[in-house]
């Protein structure tokens, strides 16, 4: 399997910006997870989905973010507008049980 | 306010020696634990679990050992090589939550010295 698809893998926008990351889970996972990595937080969940539904967004900071699961096999994390304290790694992860396999990440900039 | 706490952002250790990384949680109701590696550029990766009804699991060179008394869980690499320089998150399992959903760490960053 090829594991968890992130894209892109680098991101740099200006402010106001939009910026839409990608996920492809790995087939046959019915959880995808949003992850925002940070050093002062760590690793903060955003919003997951089970079987393409969002269960809990409650992690997502504030209403510029959105996430969408259209079927299995893609989902998209959007940022509009985008802000500098919006820049960090987001990951993607998906799992059918217990544990979660994650995605490479992209590296978001905002300028 | 951060219910899983890794409070040593970094940690060196001799090539062959052990390496513990410590973790301490808030909620008495987490039932299942992980730690993830993660190198740089990439995501992390799974390296061992265990549920709260055990008090020590082991993978190898890896134990992951559980103290529910002090909500202490910590990992034992033994012995250290450099090719586990990496950074190592603590997870715990929200029961709240009904599925698998995870409260991770800050991370400790493990450099081995060869």
């Known amino acids: 399997d090829a594991g968890v698809i992130q894209s892109p893998r680098h991101e740099v926008t200006e402010m106001g910006q939009e910026v839409t990351l990608r996920c492809k889970p790995i087939?046959?996972?019915?959880?995808l997870f949003w992850y925002r990595q940070t050093m002062m937080r760590g690793l903060e969940l955003l919003i997951y989905f089970n079987n393409n539904v969002p269960i809990d967004d409650s992690g997502m900071p504030e209403d510029r973010f959105s996430a969408k699961m259209p079927n299995a096999s893609f989902s998209t994390l959007k940022i509009q507008p985008s802000e500098p304290r919006d820049s960090a790694v987001y990951f993607c992860?998906?799992?059918?049980?217990?544990?979660?396999?994650f995605g490479p990440g992209t590296r978001l900039t905002v300028l | 306010d951060q219910q899983v706490k890794q409070n040593s952002p970094s940690l060196s250790v001799q090539e062959g020696r052990i390496s513990i990384l410590n973790c301490d949680y808030t909620n008495s109701m987490f039932d299942y634990f992980l730690w993830y590696k993660k190198y740089p550029a990439e995501g992390p990766t799974f390296l061992i679990s265990?549920?709260?009804?055990?008090d020590k699991n082991e993978d190898g060179r890896f134990t992951v050992f559980l103290n529910k008394s002090a909500k202490h869980l910590s990992l034992h690499i033994v012995p250290s090589q450099p090719g586990d320089s990496a950074v190592y998150f603590c997870?715990?399992?929200?029961?709240?939550?009904?599925?698998?959903?995870?409260?991770f760490g800050t991370g400790t960053r493990l450099k081995v010295l060869a």
């Open positions: 087939s046959g996972h019915d959880y």
């Open positions: 992860a998906s799992s059918r049980l217990k544990t979660q396999y």
């Open positions: 265990i549920s709260s009804i055990k």
């Open positions: 997870a715990a399992s929200d029961p709240g939550s009904g599925t698998y959903k995870y409260i």
